[in-house]
């Protein structure tokens, strides 16, 4: 009796999850920094699952596609050395299973054959966003010096090297949020958390348009949830 096969996608019911905690916090007033943060926290972090997930479902099913196209339309005794090309199919998966972002990324380029633009602001949001996923996965403290003058302008500025180009660009897009009376800083506002979700839904779609039309005849992704 053969075993029964079930199949989970984690990034799909991530993306479906994410949709849902944006609801349930849009729904507390902005004031409520009681619950608005861990939100926050969970719909970033969740962005980068995302990302990371639908890479990896699109790059294991090109091999999973290239490995039966070996006895089928490639025919094996087409191949001068058969078990060189099956051993490193088999380390490019072994790769993919202890990969994560940027490794995701490479063999992503080497399989569609398509180099993604690392020049475009778009690229550079998700690459904070990793960064800032970062700090929010291993529980660092985001400690933030506010410098205000008196003509109404300020810097921040941190101790953390690793934070710094997080705040430089929390600022240049305006997305930080100062209260003076408080001397307090929100970097994880409802504003920030929409911006990089906003993105990560973008880049995900550029990343599929980017596949040529027989990598997309053969994946499993679905992009319904990106677009809707």
């Given at each position: 009796?053969?075993?029964?096969r ?16 944006i ?12 619950n ?9 972090i ?19 596609i290239a ?10 005794e ?5 078990i060189l090309?099956?051993?490193?199919l088999?380390e ?6 202890k990969?994560?972002?940027?490794g995701y990324?490479?063999l ?34 985001l400690?933030?010096l506010?410098n205000?003058?008196?003509?109404g ?14 705040l ?5 897009n305006k ?10 800083v929100?970097i ?5 958390t ?12 550029e990343?599929?348009d980017?596949?040529p039309?027989s ?8 992009m ?5």
């Open positions: 009796m053969e075993p029964k079930s199949l989970y996608v984690p990034y799909y019911q991530y993306l479906k999850f994410t949709k849902w905690l609801q349930q916090r849009d729904s507390l007033p902005e004031t409520n920094q009681l608005l943060p861990s939100k926050n926290i969970c719909i970033l969740n962005c980068c699952i995302i990302i990371e997930g639908l890479l990896y479902t699109l790059i294991k099913d090109h091999i999973h490995t039966h196209q070996l006895n089928e339309e490639l025919k094996i087409k191949i001068k050395d058969p090309y099956v051993k490193m088999e490019f998966s072994n790769k993919l299973d990969d994560q972002w940027e990324l490479n992503f380029e080497l399989f569609s054959s398509k180099k993604i633009n690392k020049n475009t602001n778009l690229y550079k949001t998700i690459n904070i966003l990793f960064q800032f996923r970062g700090f929010l996965v291993h529980g660092c403290e400690e933030i506010v205000d003058s008196k003509n302008k300020y810097t921040l500025s941190s101790e953390n090297r690793k934070l710094k180009p997080i430089a660009y929390c600022v240049e997305l930080e949020f100062v209260d003076f009376e408080l001397k307090r929100n994880l506002s409802n504003k920030l929409n911006h990089f979700y906003d993105a990560m839904l973008k880049f995900s779609i990343l599929y980017l596949l039309d990598m997309k005849a053969y994946t499993k992704i679905d319904f949830e990106f677009n809707n």
